[in-house]
């Protein structure tokens, strides 16, 4: 009788030291998984951050200007061009 309990008792223990093992095993994968996508969000944040000072770049004023004035040929009008309409 004593030999089928610690025959149980040793099964019980190699079957509880393989899921520890598994536990462990997943922690690390799922570790490591994190880590990746920490550091991809670390990337995507400086891309993010980038790309609103480029943002910020192309639609200053005086670009914007620039440009009008160069490519379009834009001008302001003369005071005598405006005319000023009221209700």
Do not use: C, S, Y
């Amino acid at each position: 009788m004593t030999r089928i309990i610690v025959a149980v008792l040793v099964l019980a223990n190699i079957v509880t030291a393989i899921g520890v093992v598994n536990a462990r095993h997943q922690h690390r994968q799922l570790f490591v998984q994190l880590t990746r996508l920490e550091h991809a969000r670390d990337e995507l944040n400086i891309d993010f951050g980038r790309l609103q000072l480029e943002q910020a770049t192309w639609a200053e004023a005086n670009r914007i200007d620039q440009i009008a004035r160069t490519r379009l040929g834009m001008k302001f009008p003369e005071t005598a061009d405006i005319v000023v309409i009221r209700p």
